[in-house]
C-alpha cells in the first residue's frame, strides 16, 4: 500500500510539473507570435516616417534612446539583487550584441527596405531561421545527425527556404487583384513595381546580410547569458550601447548632409521612434528568455507570421500590390521553416539526455531535476515501476 501511494503521488507531482512546462511552453510561444505582429506593425509606421523624409540612421538614434529611458529603470530596480559583477569580457559582448543589432541589423533592414517594399524586405527576412540554424550548428548549439529524421528535415527545410528567397526574388508573375486593391491606380502601382524590381537584387542581398548580423546577434547573446544570465539588464545594456553607437554612425553619415533634419515633432516620424523604443526593450528581453529556455533557432522559427501580417497591412496602408511569385516565394519559404522547427522539437540535447538517464528508475524525479530533463513524460514498465523516458516534443 505505501508502495503505491507513493506512485501515486509522483504521477500526480509529474502531472501537475507537465501542466507547469506546458503552460511554460504556451506562454513563450504566445510572447513571440505577439512580437512578430507587433515588429509587423513598426515595419509599416517606419515605411510612412521614412515616406515623410525620416533617416533611418536618425530613426535609429531616437528609436534607441526611447528604449534605453524605458527598460534601464525596471533593469536597475528589479535586478539590483541578482545581477553578476561587470568584467570586460561581458563588456566587450555587449558591446559586440549592440553592434549587430540594432546598428549593423536595424540599418541594413531599413536601406533594403527603401530599395524595394515592406512586404517583399520581411518576407526575405525569412531565410533568418536557415542562417541563425547553420551558425548554431557551426557553434554547437545545435546538434545534427543525417541519420535521424528529424536532423534530415531540419537540413531540407534549411536548403527549401534559400529556394523560396531565390524565387521570392527572382518571380514576379502577375499581380494579385486582391478586394482592398480593386479601383485603385494600377498605372501608379506598374510603375512603383518597375521601379523597386530594378532594385530588388540590391535589397535582397541587403536583408540577406541583415539576417547574419541578427543571427550573429542571437547566437552571441546565447553565449553572453551563460556568463550574465540577467536578461533584463543585458536588453538594457543592448539598448544603451545601441544608442551610442548608431549616434556615432548617425553623425558620421549626416554630418555632410544639410537637408538632414534631426528634430522630431509630434508626427509619425515621433510615433515610429517611441513604438519602436517601447518594442525594441520588450523583444530583447522576450528574445533572452526564449533563446535561454529553446535555443537560437526557436525564435526565429516564427519570422514567416510577421510576413503574412506585413503583407496584408502593406496592401491595406501602403497601396502595395502582392505578386503572384512573391507569394509563391512566401509559401516555399513556410514550408522550408517549419520543416526546420518540426525537427527542431524534436531534438534531445544530450546534456539534459545525460541527466535524465543518470536518474535512478526507481526514485522519483525532484521539481529541479525535472525542469532539467527535455521536454517528455514517463513510461510505465509492465512491472508497474515508472521510469524516465524522453519523449520527442
Not at 505582429?37 to 523624409?53: E, L, T
Not at 525596471?74 to 569580457?89: G, H, N, Q, V
Not at 518571380?171 to 512603383?192: D, E, S
Request: glycine share 6%; proline share 4%; net charge positive.
Amino acid at each position: 500500500m505505501a508502495s503505491l501511494e507513493r506512485k501515486n503521488i509522483f504521477r500526480t507531482k509529474f502531472i501537475m510539473e507537465s501542466l507547469t512546462n506546458l503552460i511554460r511552453r504556451a506562454k513563450l510561444i504566445l510572447a513571440v507570435a505577439l512580437l512578430q505582429g507587433a515588429y509587423a506593425g513598426q515595419a509599416i509606421i517606419v515605411r510612412m516616417a521614412m515616406n515623410k523624409g525620416m533617416s533611418h540612421y536618425i530613426f535609429l538614434v531616437y528609436r534607441m534612446a526611447f528604449a534605453t529611458v524605458l527598460i534601464a529603470p525596471f533593469a536597475l530596480i528589479l535586478d539590483r539583487k541578482s545581477r553578476p559583477k561587470m568584467t570586460s569580457s561581458i563588456l566587450v559582448k555587449t558591446m559586440l550584441l549592440s553592434l549587430f543589432d540594432p546598428l549593423l541589423d536595424q540599418n541594413l533592414y531599413y536601406m533594403a527596405m527603401s530599395y524595394s517594399t515592406a512586404t517583399f524586405t520581411s518576407a526575405m527576412f525569412n531565410i533568418l531561421p536557415a542562417i541563425a540554424f547553420f551558425m548554431a550548428w557551426i557553434f554547437r548549439l545545435e546538434t545534427v545527425n543525417i541519420r535521424k529524421l528529424h536532423s534530415q528535415a531540419k537540413v531540407l527545410g534549411t536548403i527549401i527556404t534559400v529556394g523560396g528567397a531565390i524565387i521570392l526574388t527572382l518571380a514576379k508573375g502577375p499581380a494579385l487583384n486582391l478586394p482592398w486593391t480593386k479601383g485603385k491606380n494600377q498605372h501608379h502601382h506598374q510603375m512603383q513595381s518597375d521601379s523597386n524590381h530594378k532594385d530588388i537584387t540590391k535589397s535582397a542581398l541587403l536583408s540577406a546580410a541583415a539576417c547574419f548580423c541578427w543571427s550573429s546577434f542571437i547566437i552571441l547573446q546565447a553565449f553572453t547569458l551563460r556568463s550574465y544570465p540577467c536578461k533584463l539588464s543585458l536588453a538594457a545594456l543592448t539598448c544603451f550601447w545601441g544608442l551610442v553607437e548608431g549616434a556615432i554612425l548617425a553623425l558620421v553619415v549626416e554630418w555632410r548632409d544639410s537637408n538632414a533634419d534631426w528634430s522630431i515633432h509630434l508626427d509619425i516620424r515621433l510615433l515610429a521612434a517611441f513604438y519602436g523604443g517601447i518594442l525594441s526593450g520588450v523583444a530583447y528581453y522576450i528574445m533572452g528568455m526564449v533563446n535561454k529556455e529553446k535555443g537560437p533557432v526557436f525564435f526565429s522559427a516564427f519570422n514567416p507570421l510577421g510576413t503574412v501580417i506585413i503583407a496584408i497591412l502593406g496592401s491595406l496602408v501602403l497601396d502595395e500590390h502582392m505578386y503572384l511569385g512573391s507569394l509563391i516565394g512566401a509559401i516555399v519559404i513556410v514550408v522550408g521553416l517549419y520543416l526546420v522547427l518540426w525537427g527542431k522539437t524534436k531534438d534531445e540535447p544530450p546534456s539534459q539526455l545525460s541527466k535524465t538517464q543518470s536518474q535512478p528508475n526507481d526514485e522519483p524525479v525532484t521539481t529541479s531535476q525535472q525542469q532539467m530533463m527535455p521536454e517528455g513524460g514517463l513510461d510505465i514498465e509492465p512491472g508497474g515501476e515508472p521510469k524516465t523516458n524522453i519523449i520527442d516534443s
